[in-house]
């Protein structure tokens, strides 16, 4: 009978640094790791809440009034945010706004009473991102043409179809790309690209 061959100090030895090894690369990779992760993730909600107003925009779904309960006529729902802009439609690098388009604007966010608005857009949520970190870096392809950090957007779904308006892009453009990033890894981005056609997509 063959005696069974035992494991060596030597390969216990060697099997504890390569473990060591990929403990220590790991630990030392974890913040980057997490912080691709908070921003993917970030990208992804951000592209579920464009769908989710897309498919408001769709069914053309009326809301209740916050003051006397009466219902608003919807024209449309979108998605509004801008980025390092003073000003009343200013919602924060980390935070978009998801409304109900009530006023006859041709889909453009407007949070205070005009001449064609006597109420104001209503606000069906504001969402900011889980991780403080995270924050919409530049929007690609407005109005001027290249990314930009100052400026605001407005991605507006009106029915039946529905139709997609994304406002403050450039006129020769069919799509918005909205690049997410991280303070402390800024190398670490995602892009949401929303199309004309209506296609959202997470590059």
């Keep these: 009978m063959e005696k069974e061959k035992g494991i060596t100090l030597v390969e216990i030895a060697v099997s504890l640094v390569i473990i060591t090894m990929f403990s220590a690369i790991l630990i030392s990779n974890f913040p980057r790791i997490k912080a691709s992760f908070s921003v993917t993730?970030?990208?992804?909600?951000?592209?579920?809440?464009?769908?989710?107003?897309?498919?408001?925009?769709?069914?053309?779904?009326?809301?209740?009034?916050?003051?006397?309960?009466?219902?608003?006529?919807?024209?449309?729902?979108?998605?509004?945010?801008?980025?390092?802009?003073?000003?009343?439609?200013?919602?924060?690098?980390?935070?978009?706004?998801?409304?109900?388009?009530?006023?006859?604007?041709?889909?453009?966010?407007?949070?205070?009473?005009?001449?064609?608005?006597?109420?104001?857009?209503?606000?069906?949520?504001?969402?900011?991102?889980?991780?403080?970190?995270?924050?919409i870096k530049n929007f690609n392809d407005i109005v001027g043409g290249g990314d930009t950090k100052n400026g605001w957007m407005d991605i507006n779904f009106s029915p039946p179809s529905p139709t997609t308006t994304i406002n403050n892009k450039c006129s020769t453009c069919n799509s918005i790309n909205i690049t997410l990033s991280n303070h402390s890894f800024p190398d670490q981005i995602k892009r949401v690209v929303v199309n004309t056609s209506g296609l959202i997509e997470v590059k």
Excluded at 46 to 61: E, H
């Design 41 to 135: 993730r970030a990208a992804y909600k951000l592209a579920q809440d464009l769908r989710r107003a897309q498919d408001l925009g769709l069914s053309g779904t009326q809301i209740k009034g916050s003051s006397d309960g009466s219902s608003i006529k919807v024209q449309g729902y979108g998605i509004h945010m801008s980025i390092n802009l003073d000003g009343y439609e200013y919602t924060g690098n980390n935070e978009y706004w998801i409304y109900a388009n009530s006023c006859l604007n041709q889909g453009l966010y407007y949070i205070a009473p005009w001449v064609l608005c006597t109420t104001g857009d209503y606000i069906v949520e504001k969402i900011k991102f889980d991780d403080v970190d995270v924050y």
